[in-house]
């Protein structure tokens, strides 16, 4: 049977984890353990289950179904193609390619230059040298093992392992008190942050770069393709454990010796200055440039894919063109306007995307009961958009909504998933019995 060696598993889950872990990634967790404090630890519980196993479950998900769209498909063929195209779309051009560029631009060269910020000039020339150097690492897609895998990506481990041990070893005292929403249930808080960085969304599209890879070192069998994925996701899962646990350390140890911080850039400037002046915002300056650097090529390289597959008359290479050229654009001149479209959209995908997930491991049992997706996808999908309107100021069914369990934690769609898992089983059981009976000449 053919087989990838474990230096080859290895060399693919540090690719699935250099896709996963950007800018987003760098501040949630030191902002977590500085804000959590002595309950830091209970609180990055609740935080690895939806930034780590939540998004491993995806690229599983996807894998075992055999793509998103025949994931998605289980629910309606429509509704596959419009979900998959928002996903890549949100994921991509619209937010987080953008995103990469204008995050290490704030990281890697205003903290020496500050004036730069005062002329847009500046910010449009890193952009064009940021998405050239992006677009070229993305032109060859099956080639990422090699160059994220073997060469950026280690060199981004290595400079978070210098932090944590220099706070190891240097940084006095222990963790800081508790605060804010971690003082009531560290617990729920950590979760919800993990909820918030989106990773699930990107595991979904993730999976056909991976499969590429594999591919590209010999793997022909569909199979094995997609077995080879699942222990990539592991292995990526591992570091993400790994690299959350000691930044989540950094940062409760920043607590406790320097106080609080706005975010979780401000708390890893703290510590790197404290402990390396100078010097550490170099350091940090490289950790942000790589991390930006290797989401945004994976995130080119997964929507030129999929787009390439879905509008052939442009090939692979055009689309990854035409995405970073408006990423570059976005990137300059209207981000915030397309967060304040995306963002919302995102809390709608994203529930749905968790309950396609769960449903994939479920197949085995509930994949004959053919009104299980459909109904508790449109369930899923009414009250996440009724959330996003709260949260945009435009409360619809407020009265009703607020009365669901876990709604004003913004896991009001959990019931309503359930109900729709139970009353497709119902319906499902109803209408085939109703079917058999009209039909008694049929088995």
């Known amino acids: 049977m053919e087989r990838l060696s474990k230096k080859h598993t290895l060399l693919i889950g540090i690719t699935l984890f250099s896709m996963f872990f950007g800018a987003g990634n760098l ?121 994220l895998g073997k060469r950026l990506t280690p060199c981004l481990l290595a400079l978070i392992f210098v932090i944590f041990a220099a706070c190891v070893i240097f940084l006095p005292g222990g963790y800081g008190e508790v605060s804010g929403a971690y003082a009531s249930n560290g617990l729920i808080q950590g979760f919800l942050d993990g909820y918030q960085t989106m990773d699930t969304i990107a595991a979904l599209n993730f999976g056909i770069i991976i499969a590429l890879n594999i591919r590209a070192l010999g793997i022909s069998d569909d199979r094995q393709v997609v077995r080879e994925t699942i222990r990539a996701g592991w292995v990526a899962g591992g570091l993400l454990l790994l690299v959350y646990a000691a930044l989540t350390h950094v940062g409760a140890l920043t607590g406790g010796s320097f106080g609080p911080h706005a975010n979780g850039a401000q708390t890893l400037t703290a510590v790197v200055v404290s402990l390396f002046g100078q010097a550490g915002l170099v350091i940090l300056a490289l950790i942000f440039l790589i991390a930006c650097l290797n989401t945004c090529v994976g995130l080119i390289s997964c929507c030129s894919e999929y787009f390439s597959e879905i509008f052939p008359k442009l090939s692979y ?127």
Request: charged share 10%; with cysteine; hydrophobic share 60%.
């Open 27 to 147: 501040i949630f967790p030191p902002f977590l353990g500085e804000q959590a404090g002595g309950s830091a630890w209970v609180a990055f519980a609740g935080f690895a289950a939806s930034a780590i196993g939540l998004p491993i479950l995806g690229v599983a998900a996807v894998a075992k179904a055999g793509g998103l769209k025949i994931l998605a498909g289980r629910v309606h063929p429509k509704f596959a193609a419009v979900f998959t195209f928002l996903i890549y779309l949100s994921i991509g051009p619209c937010l987080a390619i953008p995103r990469t560029a204008s995050t290490s631009f704030e990281m890697a060269l205003l903290p020496f230059v500050p004036q730069l910020a005062e002329s847009p000039l500046p910010l449009l020339i890193y952009s064009v040298v940021f998405f050239a150097a992006a677009l070229l690492l993305a032109l060859k897609p099956d080639k990422l093992t090699d160059r």
């Open 317 to 443: 290479r055009q689309w990854a063109v035409i995405f970073a050229v408006v990423s570059m654009v976005i990137s300059n001149a209207g981000l915030n306007a397309i967060l304040a479209v995306s963002v919302p959209v995102l809390n709608v995908l994203y529930p749905i995307s968790i309950l396609l997930i769960a449903l994939a491991f479920l197949q085995r049992w509930l994949g004959s009961f053919k009104l299980v997706y459909p109904l508790s996808a449109a369930l899923t999908g009414a009250v996440s958009l009724v959330s996003a309107l709260d949260q945009k100021g435009l409360p619809l069914l407020s009265e009703l909504t607020a009365k669901i369990p876990l709604y004003s934690l913004g896991l009001g769609w959990v019931l309503p998933a359930v109900l729709g898992i139970f009353l497709g089983v119902l319906l499902s059981l109803a209408f085939k019995e109703k079917w058999v009976k009209a039909s008694p000449g049929k088995k």
